[in-house]
């Protein structure tokens, strides 16, 4: 957690000085910068009729980079350290109940692509791309079996606001995971999504 707040404090630093010395010009087709939002869980558990799923609310921060196509039409590949607040309630095989925790600390990649509905200083878009995400930190003592890597699909909608130093764009997600990320044998599988609501700062 305090390296988490570091790191957030030196990328604000950094944007703040650069922008102290440069203007953000309007047709800049290549920006950088760093996100920080907040996510929710949801964690599906089919074929587990004993089994229930406990969606908690997390946080997130990561680097972002940003490269127009096009007018309208631009790349957004992000790199995010996420930590979750997620897990599955079961009774096991001794009928005692078992707690199996979904990614308390994930890197996730996105390689998103979106679309301005319109060219301006204020535009709306809509994205959608791929996302692998690695468990990165593992709780062994409740957490014997870890979990699998999962790729998962991203779909959302964000809102560009090109201000004197910087683009400021919040931006709305779901992320559908797609593979079994279960490790535990006391289950079967086990999909993890998410609701992420970050802010992208560029430029």
Do not use: W
């Not at 044998?185 to 993890?192: N, Q, R």
Request: aromatic letters at 12%.
């Amino acid at each position: 957690m305090k390296n988490a707040v570091m790191a957030f404090a030196i990328l604000s630093t950094s944007l703040q000085i650069a922008g102290q010395h440069n203007e953000l010009p309007e047709n800049k087709k290549l920006m950088f910068g760093f996100n920080i939002g907040a996510n929710y869980s949801n964690v599906l558990a089919p074929g587990n009729p004993s089994a229930r799923s406990n969606n908690g609310g997390g946080f997130s921060l990561g680097l972002v980079m940003s490269e127009s196509i096009s007018e309208q039409l631009f790349l957004s590949p992000k790199a995010e350290l996420s930590f979750n607040d997620c897990n599955i309630v079961y009774s096991n095989a001794a009928n005692a109940e078992s707690i199996y925790p979904i990614y308390p600390v994930s890197i996730n990649i996105m390689m998103h692509i979106a679309y301005r509905l319109k060219k301006s200083k204020r535009s709306a878009y809509l994205l959608i791309g791929p996302n692998a995400r690695v468990p990165l930190v593992e709780n062994r003592v409740t957490n014997v079996y870890g979990n699998n890597p999962d790729l998962a699909i991203d779909l959302g909608f964000g809102f560009e606001k090109l201000l004197k130093y910087f683009c400021l764009a919040p931006e709305f997600r779901y992320s559908i995971g797609l593979l079994n990320v279960n490790k535990d044998p006391g289950l079967d599988h086990v999909y993890f999504h998410n609701i992420t609501f970050v802010l992208n700062f560029k430029g």
